[in-house]
């Protein structure tokens, strides 16, 4: 059964991927890349709370555990994701416009990015 979810996982993976390969074929936009990170994540979260409850109710109490300790690493890596920096690629080119293209320190503003 775990070999199923595993293929099935790898099979969602790489459809996204397609998807996202498809919608941006010249430039990868990678907030665009994060935020369907970010959605397949918490439907996974979602899914896998579900799973522990479901197990709850049968009374399987080891296989509820381990759904549960799952949803939770997912929760991590949402909370990981998310804290991840990725400037919009819409305000670094405006800021370039204002900044005449450099700023006097190699290119980078000494702004921070937006965190997603």
């Known amino acids: 059964m775990t070999q199923l979810h595993d293929l099935r996982l790898q ?3 790489q459809q996204e991927s397609e998807r996202i390969a498809d919608s941006q074929p010249t430039e990868l936009d990678l907030s665009v890349v994060q ?8 439907l ?5 709370d579900d799973q ?18 799952d949803s939770m690493r997912l929760r991590d890596v949402i909370q990981t994701v998310t ?7 819409g305000l670094a ?12 320190e190699g290119g980078f503003s000494s702004e921070p990015p937006l965190a997603a």
């Open 93 to 104: 080119d405006a800021d370039d416009q204002q900044d005449g293209g450099a700023d006097g």
């Open 83 to 89: 804290s991840i920096e990725i400037p919009l690629p």
């Open 44 to 48: 996974l979260a979602e899914a896998h």
């Open 35 to 42: 935020a369907r990170c970010l959605c397949w994540l918490a």
């Open 11 to 13: 099979l969602l993976v």
């Open 52 to 69: 522990a409850s479901d197990a709850e109710r049968r009374g399987d109490t080891e296989q509820a555990m381990g759904w549960f300790a």
